[in-house]
């Protein structure tokens, strides 16, 4: 079983509606990450949270929001789906501690908006 | 929060040494440098970090000259499997919601 594990893997949905996207993971982290990814580039960062009672935002967090239920548990929802809203999203997670190093993803939920 | 530049793509043929180098001028004291990969439709994963010198693991070395400016990652012997998109990525790890993700450099292995 996955880590980090993303559901839905895929989703279409229609203008103005509201989607989430869940996240669960199993390496015991307390950090968790939302990314979003276009065609032919990087990853950007929508939302992160260092711990339970933390939600920051990042570069492009206009459009979503978030919770974190649980140490384990990372939503990200869309309020009002829109078009340009359409890409890759993944969830990710790292240690605060030593090993912080490394993050890791999920397989990520494809989301496409009509 | 450093700048990385590194080759839009590249190409190579299987069993040669591929080494794809990335430079971050303005590279900080307490930044590493961290390589992921990806392959198409899957999230990043890690390859290798490091600070100075040289680091080697199971599937990758990482070449840092003394004054840190630029990086390059090393991969022997490639084969197909390692036809993906490869990050490289400058900041301090306990800073990582910071790091940027530039576009990677396309290594696509041909037989």
């Known amino acids: ?114 | 929060l450093a700048k990385t530049t590194q080759p839009i793509s590249m190409d190579s043929y299987e069993g040669q040494e591929v080494n794809i180098t990335c430079s971050h001028n303005n590279i900080a004291t307490n930044d590493y440098i961290t390589w992921y990969q990806q392959f198409p439709s899957q999230g990043p994963r890690f390859i290798i970090q490091g600070y100075k010198t040289k680091v080697t693991n199971e599937v990758a070395s990482l070449f840092i000259p003394a004054d840190r400016k630029s990086s390059t990652l090393s991969l022997p012997r490639v084969s197909l499997s390692d036809t993906a998109v490869y990050y490289c990525l400058v900041g301090d790890w306990r800073s990582n919601y910071q790091l940027i993700w530039g576009a990677g450099t396309k290594l696509i292995i041909k037989p």
């Open chain 1, 1 to 114: 079983d996955a880590d980090v594990t993303q559901t839905p893997r895929n989703r279409i949905t229609k203008t103005g509606k509201r989607i989430m996207l869940e996240c669960s993971q199993t390496k015991g982290h307390d950090r968790m990450y939302w990314y979003r990814q276009d065609p032919g580039l990087g990853l950007r960062l929508i939302y992160y949270s260092f711990d339970v009672k933390d939600i920051n935002k990042g570069e492009i967090s206009d459009g979503y929001s978030v919770s974190r239920q649980a140490q384990a548990k990372f939503s990200l929802s869309l309020e009002s789906a829109i078009p340009n809203q359409t890409a890759l999203y993944f969830c990710a997670t790292s240690d605060s501690g030593s090993s912080g190093n490394t993050i890791y993803f999920g397989e990520g939920s494809w989301l496409t908006v009509v």
